[in-house]
Nanobody, 124 residues
Framework: QLVESGGGLVQAGGSLRLSCAASERTFSRYGMGWFRQAPGAEREFVAAISWRGSSTYYAESVKGRCTIFRDYAKNTVLLQMNSLKPEDTAAYYC???????????????????WGQGTQVTVSS
């Protein structure tokens, strides 16, 4: 099970840290990704991290503003988001990629297991 948390309402320019906690240690062996979906829009890729945590990949829209990292002790994947913009408003989901492909897939269909999402709202 993957459980996201950390979403909320923040003003433009602010920061949030999203967490994705895995209930099983096996998730530490999988590549992980963050996606987001705004109302009426497709689910889009945000960031991914390799199972070792040594490689990361970002969508151009968040590059330089977001950092994805893993806390293996807590079996958690985190997404630090800075300089938030109103267009970052969306439900954010973490997902596990069992194939451990790298470069990571950016299509949501290629991820195997999903959390329930956490809402991020950025006010202008």
């Amino acid at each position: 099970q993957l459980v996201e948390s950390g979403g909320g309402l923040v003003q433009a320019g602010g920061s949030l840290r999203l967490s994705c906690a895995a209930s099983e240690r096996t998730f530490s062996r999988y590549g992980m990704g963050w996606f987001r979906q705004a109302p009426g829009a497709e689910r889009e890729f945000v960031a991914a991290i390799s199972w070792r945590g040594s490689s990361t990949y970002y969508a151009e829209s968040v590059k330089g503003r977001c950092t994805i990292f893993r806390d293996y002790a807590k079996n958690t994947v985190l997404l630090q988001m800075n300089s938030l913009k109103p267009e970052d408003t969306a439900a954010y989901y973490c997902a596990a990629q069992f194939q451990n492909s790298w470069p990571p897939p950016i299509k949501w269909e290629e991820y195997d297991y999903w959390g329930q999402g956490t809402q991020v709202t950025v006010s202008s």
